[in-house]
C-alpha cells in the first residue's frame, strides 16, 4: 500500500512540472499573438506540440495563427488535431474563424471574407445567420459605393448571404433590382447625351439576380 502511494507521488512530482510548463508555453504563445507576433508564437507551439502532442491547447492556438498568417490547410489541420482530443473545440474554432472573416470585410477582402465564413460554418453552423447578416450589410455598402464594373463585390456578398440564409433573398433581390433601375437610368442618359444605344452589362445581373432570387414576374411588380 505504502509502494503504491509513493509511486503515485512519484509520477505527480514528476507530471505536474511538465503540465505548469505546458500552460506557460501556451500563455507564451498567447502573448505572442496578442502583439501580432505570429513566427515568434509558431515557433513555441510547434514546440510544445511536438513535446506534447495531446496538448489541445497548443494545437488550437497554432491553428489560430496559421488563420492570420494565410496558411489556411495548415490551421485546419491543427483545427481537427483540437476537435480529436477536445470536441468542444468545434465552438471556437468556428468562431474564430467568423472573427477572422469579419476582419478581411472590414479591409476589402471580400474573397478570403467567403472562404473563412465558409469554414465557419463548417465547424459551426449556428453561425450561418449571423454570417448572412454581416454578407448582406457588406453587399449593400457595395452597392452604394460601386462604380458598376465593381459589381462583382455585391454579386459574391449577396449570393452568400442568400446561401446562408434563403429569407433574405427577398431583400437582396429588392437592393439589386433598384441598382439595375439606377444603372438603367444612368445608361439611358448618356445614351441620350452620345446618341448610342444599349444597357450596360453590369447592370444586367443585378436584373438576373433579382429574377433569380424571385422569378421574373415577382420582379416585374417591383418596377
Known amino acids: 500500500m505504502i509502494r503504491r502511494i509513493f509511486t503515485a507521488a512519484l509520477i505527480m512530482l514528476i507530471a505536474v512540472p511538465s503540465l505548469v510548463f505546458g500552460w506557460g508555453e501556451v500563455r507564451k504563445a498567447r502573448k505572442f499573438m496578442k502583439a501580432g507576433m505570429y513566427p ?22 497554432l491553428g489560430v495563427c496559421y488563420i ?36 478581411a470585410l472590414k479591409r476589402g477582402g471580400v474573397n478570403r471574407a467567403l472562404t473563412l465564413f465558409s469554414k465557419a ?20 455598402a457595395a ?40 444603372l438603367l437610368e444612368m445608361a439611358t442618359a448618356q445614351n441620350e447625351d452620345s446618341g448610342q444605344s444599349g444597357i450596360p452589362h453590369e447592370s444586367l445581373w443585378f436584373f438576373d439576380f433579382s429574377k433569380a432570387c424571385m422569378g421574373k414576374s415577382s420582379v416585374l411588380t417591383m418596377s
Open 143 to 182: 452597392l452604394d459605393r460601386v462604380p458598376p464594373e465593381d459589381g462583382n463585390r455585391s454579386k459574391s456578398l449577396f449570393e452568400a448571404a442568400c446561401r446562408y440564409d434563403p429569407s433574405l433573398k427577398e431583400a437582396a433581390a429588392r437592393k439589386s433590382y433598384e441598382k439595375f433601375k439606377s
Open 40 to 61: 515568434q508564437a509558431i515557433a513555441v507551439l510547434e514546440q510544445r506540440i511536438n513535446d506534447s502532442p495531446d496538448d489541445e491547447d497548443a494545437h488550437f492556438e
Open 121 to 140: 460554418v463548417t465547424y459551426q453552423p449556428a453561425l450561418r445567420k449571423e454570417i448572412a447578416k454581416k454578407c448582406f450589410q457588406a453587399g449593400v
Open 68 to 103: 492570420y498568417t494565410g496558411n489556411l490547410s495548415a490551421a485546419d489541420a491543427r483545427f481537427e488535431s483540437a476537435v480529436r482530443l477536445e470536441p468542444d473545440y468545434g465552438y471556437k474554432i468556428g468562431v474564430e474563424y467568423e472573427k477572422a472573416g469579419t476582419e
